[in-house]
């Protein structure tokens, strides 16, 4: 889905970090079965797996465009996105091993993650609204 300039939305919202931080919550006080926990994080690998299929495509139209702050919003997401894959690997580690360590970490490294990722979006926003304020 784009927007009316032809650059994809990436589509990272909060309301997937709530969804985490409730879930982990609900595990830690027993009142979730971790496969539920399960489920919600293999649903934002699937988000963040889309998000960073997009990311070639608006790297592109930067270029294009010669938007240097969004190339550089570009790679904060992706660093963000990285975390994100390390913060899953650590909330796994919790579903194999019952560990509540890990439910601590992992949602320390999904906070610092989301931080990235709006980060960069904002710098992504005002590079582009700043780049089609340049050819009109």
Known sequence: MGNKE?????GITGK??????????QVR??????????EIINQ???KI??????????STELKIRKAQEGLEAVGIIEDGISVYQK??????LFLMESNAAHLEEGIKVVKEAQEKLIKGQE????SLINSLGNLG
């Open 6 to 10: 032809g650059l994809p939305e990436l």
């Open 16 to 25: 997937y970090l709530d969804t985490l931080m409730n879930a982990v919550e």
């Open 29 to 38: 006080a027993g009142k979730l079965p971790p496969e539920k926990l399960k």
């Open 44 to 46: 934002m690998k699937s």
């Open 49 to 58: 797996e889309e998000t960073a299929s997009k990311l070639p495509e608006i």
């Open 87 to 92: 913060a899953f690997n650590i909330l796994t």
């Open 123 to 126: 710098i992504l926003s005002k």
